[in-house]
C-alpha cells in the first residue's frame, strides 16, 4: 500500500497532466450554425484569433457551397497559414485539397493533402487521404494534364506522379494502396528507359508485400525486365542468370498462376541465351588458344545450364570433337619429345 504523502502526491500529479493535456476536440459544419467546435479545448489560439479564425471558415464554406471555389480555397489557405497549430488548420488544409482536387490542379492537392498526413497523422481521414494521393499520382502518371487560366490543358507531369506514388509508399506504407503504387512507379521506369529502377521497385513490392494478389505478376515481370537487358551470347549474362532465378521463382511460389506456361517460355529462351554464352567462351578457348581443359569447362557448363536442349547436344559434339583433338595434340607432344630425345647434340669446338 502506499503512504498518504505518496498518494496525494501522485493523484496531484495526474491532476496536473489531465488539466494541462487538451483534449480531443471535433470541428463539425451545419448550414444552420456554421463550423462549430465540438469537445475538448483549442490549441495554441487565444479568443480573438479562434474568432478570426472561425469566420474565415465559415467564410470560405459559405463561398464553398455557393460554387466559387476560387475564393474558397484562397480562406481556406489563409487559415492553414495564419492558424497552423488550430484545430481549424487541419479541416482548412483538408477542403483546400479537395477544392483542388475538383479543379484538376493536381500538385497543389496532393501538397495540401500531404500537409494534413504529415502534421497531423492521427486524423479521422487518414485512410481517404491517402485514396486520394493514390489517385492523384495515379491520374498524373497516366498523362492528366492540368489546366492553365482555367482552360489550356497543362503539361503533363509523369515524373511528378511517381514522385507522388513514392510519397503515398512512405506515408502508409502497408496500405492497399502501397503495391499499387509501386506496380505504377515500375511501369513509368521503363517508360523513361530505365529497366534497373523499374526492377527495384518490384523488387520493394515483393519484399514489403509477399501475399498480395500482384506479387506473382511483379516476381514474372523482374525476370522479364531482366532478361531484357541481356545483349547476346557475347556479352556478360549477369542479367540472364537473374532472370532465370525470378522465373524459377515464379514456377516454384506460383505453380496454379495463368502465367506459369508464359514463364516456363521465357526459361526456356534465357537458358538458351546462357547456354550460347557458355559456348562462344568454348569456341574462344578452343580454337583461338588451343586450351582444350578450358573449352572442355565451358562446354560442360552449357551443358548443365540447359542439358534437354538443341544446345546442348552441340556442346556434346564439340565436346567429343575437343576430347579427340586433347588426345591427337597430346600424341603429338610425345612423339615430339621422344624425336628430340633421341637426337644427339652437335658439339662445337672453340680454338
Known amino acids: 500500500m502506499l503512504s498518504h504523502p505518496l498518494r496525494r502526491l501522485l493523484l496531484g500529479f495526474f491532476a496536473v497532466l489531465f488539466l494541462v493535456a487538451p483534449a480531443r476536440a471535433d470541428l463539425v459544419w451545419t448550414p444552420q450554425t456554421g463550423w462549430k467546435v465540438q469537445g475538448g479545448l483549442l490549441s495554441g489560439l487565444t479568443q480573438r484569433e479562434s474568432e478570426n479564425a472561425l469566420s474565415l471558415m465559415n467564410r470560405a464554406r459559405t463561398h464553398e457551397e455557393a460554387g466559387n471555389l476560387r475564393r474558397a480555397g484562397k480562406l481556406y489557405d489563409r487559415v492553414a497559414k495564419k492558424y497552423p497549430n488550430s484545430i481549424y488548420a487541419s479541416e482548412a488544409f483538408y477542403r483546400s485539397a479537395k477544392i483542388r482536387f475538383s479543379q484538376e490542379k493536381w500538385q497543389k492537392s496532393f501538397m495540401n493533402f500531404q500537409q494534413v498526413i504529415s502534421r497531423y497523422p492521427n486524423s479521422s481521414r487518414f485512410d481517404e487521404i491517402i485514396g486520394l494521393q493514390y489517385e492523384i499520382s495515379a491520374r498524373l502518371l ?201 637426337k644427339k647434340k652437335k658439339r662445337f669446338l672453340f680454338f
Do not use: C
Not at 520493394?204 to 545483349?231: D, F, Q
Not at 524459377?248 to 529462351?269: G, H
Open 142 to 342: 497516366n498523362g492528366a494534364r492540368g489546366r492553365i487560366l482555367w482552360v489550356i490543358p497543362g503539361f503533363t507531369h509523369r515524373d511528378k506522379g511517381m514522385e507522388f506514388a513514392e510519397t503515398m509508399v512512405f506515408n502508409a506504407p502497408f496500405s492497399d494502396y502501397g503495391p499499387l503504387a509501386l506496380t505504377a512507379v515500375s511501369r513509368q521506369h521503363e517508360r523513361n528507359r530505365d529497366p534497373e529502377l523499374a526492377i527495384d521497385a518490384l523488387d520493394r513490392l515483393i519484399n514489403s508485400y509477399p501475399k498480395n494478389v500482384l506479387t506473382p505478376l511483379a516476381y514474372l515481370h523482374i525476370g522479364e525486365l531482366h532478361a531484357s537487358l541481356v545483349e547476346g551470347p557475347y556479352y556478360d549474362q549477369a542479367s540472364a542468370r537473374e532472370a532465370i532465378t525470378y522465373f524459377e521463382d515464379f514456377m516454384i511460389l506460383f505453380p496454379d498462376d495463368s502465367n506459369v506456361a508464359k514463364a516456363e517460355a521465357n526459361l526456356v529462351q534465357v537458358k538458351k541465351e546462357l547456354a550460347m554464352s557458355k559456348i562462344k567462351m568454348a569456341e574462344f578457348y578452343y580454337k583461338k588458344r588451343k586450351n582444350y581443359k578450358a573449352a572442355k569447362v565451358f562446354y560442360n557448363e552449357a551443358i548443365t545450364v540447359f542439358p534437354e536442349s538443341d544446345v546442348a547436344d552441340e556442346a556434346r559434339k564439340r565436346l567429343e570433337q575437343v576430347n579427340a583433338d586433347e588426345v591427337k595434340a597430346e600424341e603429338k607432344a610425345k612423339a615430339e619429345a621422344a624425336q628430340n630425345k633421341g
